[in-house]
Structure formats: C-alpha cells, structure tokens
C-alpha cells in the first residue's frame, strides 16, 4: 500500500510540470518566417510597388520606389522564404534605419532591414540576402552618387 501512495504522490509532483511544460512547448509563439507574425501573416508573392527608405549614410536617407515586377517579385519572395532568427530584446544596430513598405492591393507592409517586432521580440533575417538586393537596387537607383 504505501508503494502505491509513493507512486501517487510521484505522480501528483510530475503531471502538474508535465503540463506546464507541454503547454509551454505547444502554446509558445513559433515564428519561422515573416508570415508567422500576425501583422505579416496574408502577406503574399508579388505587390504593386515597393517604396524603400535607404540608409545611404547622408542625412536624410535615400528614397526611391521599385517597380520593376521583377525586382518586387525577387524582394517579397525574399521576405517571405528567408527565416527568421528571434533577436530576443536586443535593439537594432545604431545607424541601420533602411526600411521599405511593400504595397499589395489595399495592404501595406513596412518591413525594416534591422528586423521586425512581435510580441516584445526583434526578429532578423537570417541572411543579408534581403539587404543585398535592396542595396543593388538602391545603388542602380543612384543612392551613392554625390552632387
């Protein structure tokens, strides 16, 4: 009888944890991609234009909107697919103040280069492939050429 008690009362100890940590692990906010956030999560391929605000070093930035299909299919699929690395947080980078707004239909989405905010946390993209294209275009645009 009193191995049967030990083992209840074994039990009465590890369920309530065995609970709390499934419901942690299954209950947590799992964000991969940009489309895991809710702000973000009917982004889709594609859009109409994209405005970016780029950080040329200058005072006042560098703005110049994409049009080309091409290079806005590129951009968002790029947005879309990179994952994202959950930079706890952390602030951004002093000085990293590129961002761009990409228009789909009625919708707008502001994405900056030093990561987006959900839930109190910063998240980043795991590769400079989306800084790398914004700052070809940006330079193609005239974005480093001095007066």
Do not use: W
């Amino acid at each position: 009888m009193k191995t049967v008690i030990k083992k209840l009362n074994a039990f009465r100890v590890f369920l309530p944890a065995l609970i709390v940590a499934v419901c942690f692990a299954g209950c947590s906010e799992r964000i991969n991609t940009i489309t895991d956030i809710d702000l973000y999560s009917d982004m889709q391929a594609g859009g109409d234009k994209i405005e970016v605000c780029f950080e040329n070093g200058t005072r006042y930035g560098f703005e110049f909107t994409v049009e080309d299909k091409n290079d806005i299919e590129d951009i968002v699929n790029t947005v879309i697919t990179t994952p994202l690395i959950n930079s706890g947080k952390q602030p951004a980078a002093p000085g990293d103040n590129t961002y761009f707004t990409v228009y789909q239909g009625e919708k707008a989405y502001i994405i900056h280069l030093s990561g987006v905010i959900s839930n109190g946390n910063r998240y980043t993209f795991s590769t400079d492939g989306l800084r790398n294209k914004i700052s070809a275009i940006a330079e193609a645009n005239g974005a480093f050429e001095t007066e």
